[in-house]
């Protein structure tokens, strides 16, 4: 069963960074794109930033551009997400999903494919910024 474990997240100062990694359970990861998403409370699920299973496409909501980097170690079978320049407004449960690459139809919509079809969501890795 496919399967994904998430870790990083912690408490920090607005301006602080974190890196949050997802790692894979029960699947090759260099066979899928990978992404980040996140849940802040009352809120939903939302995408943050996705890669694909090579690393040349990157995706990322206009919310967190030029702070987030999404990056990936297929070697090392996890995928990054660098956090820099935290605001509160990042507080939330950081969640990754997965999608094998082949049933990728675009691109230019990988977050929204990840999410339309990712159903083995794992217990994410919480974030707060606060002061």
């Known amino acids: 069963q496919l399967r994904v474990v998430e870790s990083g997240g912690n408490s920090v100062q607005p301006g602080g960074s974190l890196r949050l990694s997802c790692e894979p359970s029960?699947?090759?990861?260099?066979?899928?794109?990978i992404g980040w998403f996140r849940q802040a409370p009352g809120k939903e699920l939302e995408g943050v930033s996705c890669?694909?299973?090579?690393?040349?496409?990157?995706d990322y909501s206009d919310s967190v551009k030029g702070r987030f980097t999404i990056s990936r170690d297929n070697a090392k079978s996890v995928v990054y997400l660098q956090m820099n320049d935290l605001k509160p407004e990042d507080t939330a449960v950081y969640y990754c999903?997965?999608?094998?690459?082949?049933?990728?139809?675009?691109?230019?919509?990988?977050?929204?494919?990840?999410?339309?079809?990712?159903?083995?969501w794992g217990r994410g890795t919480p974030v707060t910024v606060s002061s």
């Open positions: 029960g699947f090759t990861l260099e066979f899928y794109a």
């Open positions: 999903g997965a999608e094998p690459q082949v049933r990728i139809t675009s691109n230019q919509a990988l977050c929204n494919e990840i999410q339309a079809r990712f159903r083995s």
């Open positions: 890669i694909s299973s090579r690393g040349e496409k990157t």
